[in-house]
Protein backbone atom coordinates (compact mmCIF):
# COMPACT_ATOMS: atom_id res chain seq x y z
CA UNK A 1 0.00 0.00 0.00
CA UNK A 2 1.28 3.35 -0.90
CA UNK A 3 1.56 5.99 1.77
CA UNK A 4 2.89 9.36 1.59
CA UNK A 5 3.57 11.48 4.98
CA UNK A 6 4.31 14.94 4.85
CA UNK A 7 7.17 16.86 7.44
CA UNK A 8 8.61 20.08 8.01
CA UNK A 9 7.71 23.02 9.84
CA UNK A 10 4.17 24.76 11.25
CA UNK A 11 4.84 28.11 11.55
CA UNK A 12 7.17 29.94 9.06
CA UNK A 13 7.75 33.71 8.65
CA UNK A 14 6.52 36.13 6.41
CA UNK A 15 9.25 36.25 3.27
CA UNK A 16 11.31 33.38 4.21
CA UNK A 17 11.40 29.81 2.48
CA UNK A 18 8.45 27.09 3.17
CA UNK A 19 10.25 23.63 3.59
CA UNK A 20 8.70 20.25 3.40
CA UNK A 21 9.41 17.00 2.74
CA UNK A 22 7.26 14.17 1.65
CA UNK A 23 8.17 9.99 2.41
CA UNK A 24 6.82 7.50 0.34
CA UNK A 25 6.53 3.82 1.71
CA UNK A 26 5.23 0.55 -0.27
CA UNK A 27 6.47 2.28 -3.90
CA UNK A 28 9.60 3.53 -5.18
CA UNK A 29 9.22 6.56 -6.59
CA UNK A 30 12.40 5.66 -8.90
CA UNK A 31 9.68 3.24 -10.61
CA UNK A 32 7.62 5.75 -11.84
CA UNK A 33 4.84 8.42 -11.91
CA UNK A 34 5.34 11.58 -10.87
CA UNK A 35 4.96 13.33 -7.93
CA UNK A 36 3.94 16.71 -6.14
CA UNK A 37 2.24 19.03 -4.33
CA UNK A 38 -1.02 20.36 -3.65
CA UNK A 39 -2.48 22.67 -1.32
CA UNK A 40 -5.65 24.04 0.08
CA UNK A 41 -5.92 27.51 2.21
CA UNK A 42 -8.50 26.86 5.31
CA UNK A 43 -11.81 26.58 4.14
CA UNK A 44 -11.30 26.69 0.62
CA UNK A 45 -10.26 24.69 -2.62
CA UNK A 46 -7.91 23.12 -3.92
CA UNK A 47 -4.27 24.19 -5.66
CA UNK A 48 -2.16 22.48 -7.85
CA UNK A 49 1.98 23.40 -6.95
CA UNK A 50 3.48 20.82 -9.53
CA UNK A 51 5.15 17.70 -9.30
CA UNK A 52 8.61 16.04 -9.93
CA UNK A 53 9.73 13.11 -12.03
CA UNK A 54 12.41 10.55 -10.60
CA UNK A 55 14.48 11.73 -13.73
CA UNK A 56 14.37 15.55 -12.38
CA UNK A 57 11.59 16.52 -15.07
CA UNK A 58 9.28 19.05 -13.03
CA UNK A 59 6.19 21.05 -14.25
CA UNK A 60 5.07 23.48 -11.93
CA UNK A 61 2.00 25.53 -11.71
CA UNK A 62 2.72 29.13 -13.92
CA UNK A 63 1.31 31.08 -10.75
CA UNK A 64 3.76 29.92 -8.62
CA UNK A 65 6.65 28.94 -10.87
CA UNK A 66 8.56 31.73 -9.75
CA UNK A 67 8.75 30.99 -6.43
CA UNK A 68 8.62 26.98 -6.53
CA UNK A 69 11.27 24.07 -6.17
CA UNK A 70 10.31 20.48 -6.16
CA UNK A 71 12.88 18.28 -5.81
CA UNK A 72 13.84 14.22 -5.22
CA UNK A 73 15.62 12.14 -3.32
CA UNK A 74 15.66 8.36 -4.63
CA UNK A 75 18.15 7.25 -2.14
CA UNK A 76 15.47 7.86 0.64
CA UNK A 77 12.61 7.84 -1.59
CA UNK A 78 11.40 11.09 -1.02
CA UNK A 79 10.82 14.28 -2.13
CA UNK A 80 10.58 17.78 -0.80
CA UNK A 81 8.99 21.24 -1.52
CA UNK A 82 10.45 24.81 -1.27
CA UNK A 83 7.85 27.73 -1.58
CA UNK A 84 10.23 31.12 -1.38
CA UNK A 85 9.01 34.95 -0.06
CA UNK A 86 6.23 33.51 1.49
CA UNK A 87 2.99 35.30 2.48
CA UNK A 88 0.11 35.26 4.96
CA UNK A 89 -1.74 34.30 1.50
CA UNK A 90 0.67 30.85 1.42
CA UNK A 91 -1.21 29.78 4.77
CA UNK A 92 -2.65 26.46 4.03
CA UNK A 93 -2.76 22.69 4.40
CA UNK A 94 0.39 21.16 2.18
CA UNK A 95 -0.55 17.74 0.63
CA UNK A 96 1.97 15.64 -1.00
CA UNK A 97 0.63 13.33 -3.52
CA UNK A 98 1.18 10.90 -6.16
CA UNK A 99 0.18 11.80 -9.70
CA UNK A 100 -0.76 9.43 -12.20
CA UNK A 101 -1.77 9.65 -16.09
CA UNK A 102 -4.83 7.44 -16.85
CA UNK A 103 -4.56 4.63 -19.22
CA UNK A 104 -4.85 6.37 -23.15
CA UNK A 105 -4.00 9.97 -22.44
CA UNK A 106 -0.67 11.59 -23.28
CA UNK A 107 -0.55 14.14 -20.95
CA UNK A 108 -2.17 15.35 -18.05
CA UNK A 109 -2.48 13.75 -14.52
CA UNK A 110 -4.76 12.72 -11.61
CA UNK A 111 -3.94 12.07 -7.54
CA UNK A 112 -4.62 8.86 -6.86
CA UNK A 113 -2.46 9.13 -3.52
CA UNK A 114 -2.38 11.95 -1.07
CA UNK A 115 -0.46 12.14 2.10
CA UNK A 116 -2.69 13.22 5.22
CA UNK A 117 -1.66 17.00 4.87
CA UNK A 118 0.55 19.22 7.27
CA UNK A 119 -0.91 22.64 8.11
CA UNK A 120 1.43 25.58 7.50
CA UNK A 121 1.08 28.86 8.89
CA UNK A 122 2.61 31.87 7.81
CA UNK A 123 3.21 34.33 10.79
CA UNK A 124 5.45 36.36 12.54
CA UNK B 1 -5.16 28.43 -16.79
CA UNK B 2 -8.65 26.62 -17.72
CA UNK B 3 -11.04 27.68 -15.20
CA UNK B 4 -13.72 25.22 -13.69
CA UNK B 5 -16.74 26.21 -12.45
CA UNK B 6 -18.73 24.11 -10.11
CA UNK B 7 -22.31 24.28 -9.47
CA UNK B 8 -24.09 24.04 -6.79
CA UNK B 9 -21.77 25.64 -4.13
CA UNK B 10 -23.63 23.68 -1.66
CA UNK B 11 -26.70 21.34 -1.81
CA UNK B 12 -28.68 19.99 1.25
CA UNK B 13 -30.16 16.37 0.61
CA UNK B 14 -31.33 13.62 2.08
CA UNK B 15 -30.09 9.63 2.39
CA UNK B 16 -31.96 7.55 -0.54
CA UNK B 17 -31.75 11.01 -2.74
CA UNK B 18 -30.23 11.34 -6.67
CA UNK B 19 -27.40 14.03 -6.61
CA UNK B 20 -26.32 15.88 -9.38
CA UNK B 21 -23.23 18.03 -9.42
CA UNK B 22 -22.24 20.32 -12.34
CA UNK B 23 -18.80 21.24 -13.27
CA UNK B 24 -18.11 23.25 -16.18
CA UNK B 25 -14.69 24.68 -17.71
CA UNK B 26 -13.61 27.90 -18.76
CA UNK B 27 -13.02 25.48 -22.68
CA UNK B 28 -13.23 22.14 -24.10
CA UNK B 29 -11.57 19.77 -21.56
CA UNK B 30 -12.41 16.79 -23.93
CA UNK B 31 -13.08 13.99 -20.98
CA UNK B 32 -9.98 15.14 -19.14
CA UNK B 33 -12.05 15.57 -15.88
CA UNK B 34 -11.45 14.28 -12.77
CA UNK B 35 -13.71 13.85 -9.55
CA UNK B 36 -12.87 13.84 -5.91
CA UNK B 37 -14.62 13.37 -2.39
CA UNK B 38 -13.07 15.44 0.95
CA UNK B 39 -14.32 14.69 4.12
CA UNK B 40 -13.26 16.78 6.72
CA UNK B 41 -9.81 16.50 7.90
CA UNK B 42 -8.92 14.68 5.67
CA UNK B 43 -7.08 14.27 2.16
CA UNK B 44 -9.13 13.92 -1.29
CA UNK B 45 -9.63 10.82 -2.95
CA UNK B 46 -9.96 9.85 -6.17
CA UNK B 47 -13.52 8.98 -7.63
CA UNK B 48 -13.77 9.02 -11.48
CA UNK B 49 -11.52 9.86 -14.23
CA UNK B 50 -11.70 10.71 -17.64
CA UNK B 51 -15.49 11.78 -17.08
CA UNK B 52 -16.66 8.49 -16.46
CA UNK B 53 -14.54 5.85 -14.87
CA UNK B 54 -14.70 4.81 -11.79
CA UNK B 55 -11.31 4.76 -9.81
CA UNK B 56 -10.34 1.61 -8.07
CA UNK B 57 -12.44 0.99 -4.66
CA UNK B 58 -15.41 3.37 -5.49
CA UNK B 59 -19.13 2.40 -5.40
CA UNK B 60 -21.29 1.99 -8.28
CA UNK B 61 -23.39 4.82 -7.53
CA UNK B 62 -20.95 6.96 -8.43
CA UNK B 63 -21.25 8.15 -11.93
CA UNK B 64 -19.97 10.58 -14.54
CA UNK B 65 -20.93 11.86 -17.66
CA UNK B 66 -20.19 14.74 -20.00
CA UNK B 67 -17.39 15.92 -22.20
CA UNK B 68 -15.76 19.29 -24.07
CA UNK B 69 -17.03 22.11 -21.44
CA UNK B 70 -19.48 20.50 -19.51
CA UNK B 71 -19.46 17.36 -17.18
CA UNK B 72 -22.05 15.68 -14.43
CA UNK B 73 -21.09 13.85 -11.17
CA UNK B 74 -24.16 11.68 -10.02
CA UNK B 75 -24.84 9.93 -6.71
CA UNK B 76 -28.00 7.71 -7.56
CA UNK B 77 -29.02 6.94 -4.05
CA UNK B 78 -27.06 9.29 -1.23
CA UNK B 79 -25.77 7.19 1.50
CA UNK B 80 -24.74 8.66 4.83
CA UNK B 81 -21.30 8.28 4.34
CA UNK B 82 -21.59 10.40 0.88
CA UNK B 83 -22.16 13.47 3.08
CA UNK B 84 -18.35 15.35 1.66
CA UNK B 85 -17.62 18.18 -0.51
CA UNK B 86 -16.67 17.17 -4.06
CA UNK B 87 -14.27 18.32 -6.25
CA UNK B 88 -13.60 18.38 -10.04
CA UNK B 89 -9.97 18.67 -11.85
CA UNK B 90 -9.19 19.25 -15.20
CA UNK B 91 -6.18 17.55 -16.44
CA UNK B 92 -6.48 18.58 -20.15
CA UNK B 93 -3.91 21.12 -19.88
CA UNK B 94 -0.28 20.46 -19.99
CA UNK B 95 0.23 24.02 -18.17
CA UNK B 96 -1.64 23.61 -14.81
CA UNK B 97 -3.92 21.10 -13.26
CA UNK B 98 -7.29 23.11 -12.06
CA UNK B 99 -9.89 22.27 -9.54
CA UNK B 100 -13.18 23.59 -9.37
CA UNK B 101 -14.05 25.28 -6.34
CA UNK B 102 -16.13 22.40 -4.60
CA UNK B 103 -19.84 21.61 -4.15
CA UNK B 104 -20.47 20.93 -0.11
CA UNK B 105 -23.32 17.60 0.25
CA UNK B 106 -25.08 18.50 3.31
CA UNK B 107 -27.69 16.49 5.71
CA UNK B 108 -31.29 18.11 4.54
Known amino acids: QVQLQESGPGLVKPSETLSLTCAVSGYSISSAYYWGWLRQPPGKGLEWIGNIYHSGNTCYNPSLKSRVTISVDTSKNQFSLKLSSVTAADTAVYYC?????????????????WGQGTLVTVSS | DIQMTQSPSSLSASVGDRVTITCRAS??????LAWYQQKPGKAPKLLLY???RLASGVPSRFSGSGSGTDCTLTISSLQPEDFATYYC??????????FGGGTKVEIK
Open chain 1, 97 to 113: ARHSRPAGYSSGWTVDY
Open chain 2, 27 to 32: QGISNS
Open chain 2, 50 to 52: AAS
Open chain 2, 89 to 98: QQYYSTLALT
